[in-house]
């Protein structure tokens, strides 16, 4: 079946522009997740949703940053004002549950310039 | 600070030799591990997950878990250059047990 799929692959924006990405979880997964993972960094967890509760928020690594979750499906990041340091590749993945395993997409490529 | 420790690498074997990646981790109230294979630009994979003490078989993969030693390993058997990649341990948060906690990686090199 279909996996995560996160657009766009790759995304070049200004210093100081806003940007949005997009994740579409497998269907029937309940729990989405967004991760970052900088050159040579591990990867950092920014965000968790599952079904109608609150997101765990707690990785986001500054107020420029948000994320929300339409119908239980569909994930969007919003990195506001970006900068050079945003640069990096924004991971998707979702569980069939709330401690499932976890099913990374393809990602998005950021450079901010 | 709550980690998972992974040697870099790179970890260099011959086609059909046994790779053995370790890992270890700091939260002894950990309940789930992960092993994900990365090759280079593409996402995480995951190839193997265990969740009791000792081991687990996937065709060529055997994952063994050591709580008591808060240890994890990755065997891979008859390995291939299509092994080579870089294989990332993760490690479930007591805290906030969805939230996964990434080793840096070992980066394995298989050669012909």
């Known amino acids: 079946g279909a996996g995560v799929s996160q657009s766009p692959s790759n995304k070049v924006t200004e210093k100081g522009k806003d940007v949005e990405l997009r994740c579409d979880p497998i269907?029937?997964?309940?729990?989405l997740y967004w991760y970052r993972q900088s050159l040579g960094q591990g990867l950092e967890f920014l965000i968790y949703f599952q079904g109608n509760s609150a997101p765990d928020k707690s990785g986001l690594p500054s107020d420029r940053f948000s994320a929300e979750r339409t119908g239980g499906s569909v994930s969007t990041l919003t990195i506001q004002r970006t900068q050079q340091e945003d640069s990096a590749v924004y991971l998707c993945?979702?569980?069939?549950?709330?401690?499932?395993?976890?099913?990374f997409g393809p990602g998005t490529r950021l450079t901010v310039t | 600070q709550k980690e998972v420790e992974q040697n870099s690498g790179p970890l260099s074997v011959p086609e059909g030799a046994i790779a053995s990646l370790n890992c270890t981790y700091s939260d002894r109230g950990s309940q789930s591990f992960f092993w994900y294979r990365q090759y280079s630009g593409k996402s995480p994979e995951l190839i193997m997950f265990?969740?009791?003490?000792g081991d687990k078989e996937d065709g060529r993969f055997t994952a063994q878990l050591n709580k008591a030693s808060q240890y994890v390993s990755l065997l891979i058997r008859d390995s291939q250059p299509s092994d080579s990649a870089t294989y990332l341990c993760a490690v479930n948060s007591m805290d906030s047990s969805y939230k996964l906690i990434f080793g840096s990686g070992t980066r394995l090199l298989v050669r012909p």
């Open positions: 269907s029937g997964h309940t729990a």
């Open positions: 265990i969740y009791s003490n």
């Open positions: 993945a979702s569980s069939l549950e709330a401690e499932g395993e976890q099913y």
